[in-house]
């Protein structure tokens, strides 16, 4: 029976694929910075583990007990939106220690124990900021961006040896705590230095007003057509919006 560890399972995407995975009998190791119950179902085929991906003693102890698994999802992360300018160095390192730091420590963790076997899956979620211009999203897609180079060079990197890396681009949901967290008390003052509140405020209308946006199984049901693909496809955009600017790339 094959075994999945996702990391961010706490809501969200990480939640939904969790539950996506082990409605289909697989094994699922659910990691999350801080463990609750009720998140996930009791099932011996789910297990729920304490994972802060920007700490290596974390990552060495989750896998210490995870044993051997056959696919890993690097799907934590943290939003952030607002105008460059606006912005502390300080938040621009926390973004990048979790959304792509995280992403490459968790990935480096996991290579030798796929590398030795001649198999695995490392899915890295992305996000559809990646394939087009968004405003609003300097550091958060400097971050996205960064985990969409090191994966398709890591790809090249593991074919050899039977491993498969792929990015999952999911699209604007706006059902997640992840988007409730970047929206939290977004008024055009709080995004940016007063200069840009104008602009700010046209920026948010236009997103407001799109008419496609991306579901929680959406992105559980692209990783898991990601996991299974062998065709070589390296990038999956995830919901309707993400595919449709796919499409116009």
């Not at 056959?70 to 220690?97: C, H, K, Q, W, Y």
């Not at 030798?112 to 968004?134: C, W």
């Not at 059902?175 to 840009?196: R, V």
Request: proline residues 6%.
């Amino acid at each position: 029976m094959n075994t999945i560890l996702i990391t961010g399972t706490s809501s969200g995407y990480g939640r939904e694929t969790a539950l996506h995975f082990h409605a289909r009998g697989w094994n699922v190791i659910a990691t999350m910075r801080t463990p609750r119950a009720g998140v996930l179902p009791e099932s011996d085929r789910l297990r729920v583990v304490g994972l802060d991906v920007t700490e290596p003693e974390s990552i060495a102890a989750v896998f210490e007990e995870a044993g051997p698994f056959d696919v890993l999802v690097n799907n934590a992360g943290i939003p952030e939106i607002g105008v460059f300018e606006g912005t502390s160095m300080e938040r621009v390192r926390e973004v990048f220690e979790t959304n792509t730091f995280g992403v490459m420590a968790m990935t480096r963790a996991v290579l030798p124990r796929f590398r030795e076997r001649g198999a695995g899956v490392v899915i890295n979620v992305t996000s559809s900021v990646v394939l087009g211009h968004m405003p609003l999203s300097a550091v958060y897609k400097a971050s996205k961006m960064a985990v969409e180079g090191f994966t398709s060079s890591l790809a090249l990197e593991l074919e050899p040896f039977g491993v498969r890396a792929r990015t999952v681009e999911p699209g604007a949901c706006l059902t997640t705590n992840f988007a409730a967290g970047a929206m939290k008390g977004a008024s055009p003052d709080e995004l940016a230095p007063k200069a840009y509140a104008p602009w700010v405020r046209k920026s948010m209308g236009a997103f407001t007003g799109q008419d496609l946006f991306t579901t929680e199984s959406d992105v559980a049901e692209t990783v898991w057509r990601a996991v299974h693909d062998t065709t070589g496809q390296l990038r999956f955009p995830a919901g309707p919006d993400a595919v449709r600017l796919a499409q116009a790339r």
